[in-house]
T-cell receptor
Framework: NAGVTQTPKFRILKIGQSMTLQCAQD?????MYWYRQDPGMGLKLIYY???????DKGEVPNGYNVSRSTTEDFPLRLELAAPSQTSVYFC?????????????FGSGTRLTVV | AQKVTQAQTEISVVEKEDVTLDCVYE???????LFWYKQPPSGELVFLIR??????QNEISGRYSWNFQKSTSSFNFTITASQVVDSAVYFC??????????????FGGGTRLMVKP
């Protein structure tokens, strides 16, 4: 199994540009999450989804949007990129109601906004 | 609101030394889960352990051990006989019980461990 796949791995954006970070999982997990990790800091929750068609805001949702049209995919959209969005973005998934092995994380997307 | 504090931002030890990483948490829930993750220099997040709030038994896995104390709201992680390969950032995390809001994790700020040969 591939687990959680994130693309791209690296990206440089100019201020004001938009982009979509892709996330796909093949474990049939209902719950999916987007976190950001700023340099030297812990992870903060941006958005999460408990199933297809259901999304909700996390701790730091401003400047981002998500959609969950299928169980497998949970893309994160950045509109009007700003330098404050320079970060490493992690997508994760978990089995509904259980966290026996915590989340399954993707390998991350390192985004720089210049 | 949940909160996880890892007061040690950086620790440096010499190989074969024992090292303990501290984690203190805050939650109003009586049922919760605690986690430790390892983030090596390559950047991925590796799950190490999950502990639920009803199980205060300490756990040992090879050179790793975890001490969960509800009375002090702490979940400390000890590496015995540290090795260079243990060099990484370690995160402690707390999860609320499964609800409609999902199993969201609240992460501490991480502790960077450097093991020198």
């Amino acid at each position: 199994n591939a687990g959680v796949t994130q693309t791209p791995k690296f990206r440089i954006l100019k201020i004001g540009q938009s982009m979509t970070l892709q996330c796909a999982q093949d474990m049939n997990h209902n719950y999916m999450y987007w976190y950001r990790q700023d340099p030297g800091m812990g992870l903060k929750l941006i958005y999460y989804s408990v199933g297809a068609g259901i999304t909700d805001k996390g701790e730091v949702p401003n400047g981002y949007n998500v959609s969950r049209s299928t169980t497998e995919d949970f893309p994160l959209r950045l509109e009007l990129a700003a330098p404050s969005q320079t970060s490493v973005y992690f997508c994760a998934s978990s089995y509904e109601g259980h966290l026996r092995e915590g989340y399954t994380f993707g390998s991350g997307t390192r985004l720089t906004v210049v | 609101a949940q909160k996880v504090t890892q007061a040690q931002t950086e620790i440096s030890v010499v190989e074969k030394e024992d090292v303990t990483l501290d984690c203190v948490y805050e939650t109003r829930d009586t049922t919760y889960y605690l986690f430790w993750y390892k983030q090596p220099p390559s950047g991925e997040l590796v799950f190490l352990i999950r502990r639920n709030s009803f199980d205060e038994q300490n756990e040992i896995s090879g050179r790793y051990s975890w001490n969960f104390q509800k009375s002090t709201s702490s979940f400390n992680f000890t590496i015995t006989a540290s090795q260079v390969v243990d060099s990484a950032v370690y995160f402690c995390a707390l999860s609320e019980p499964p609800r409609n809001a999902g199993n969201m994790l609240t992460f501490g700020g991480g502790t960077r461990l450097m093991v020198k040969p």
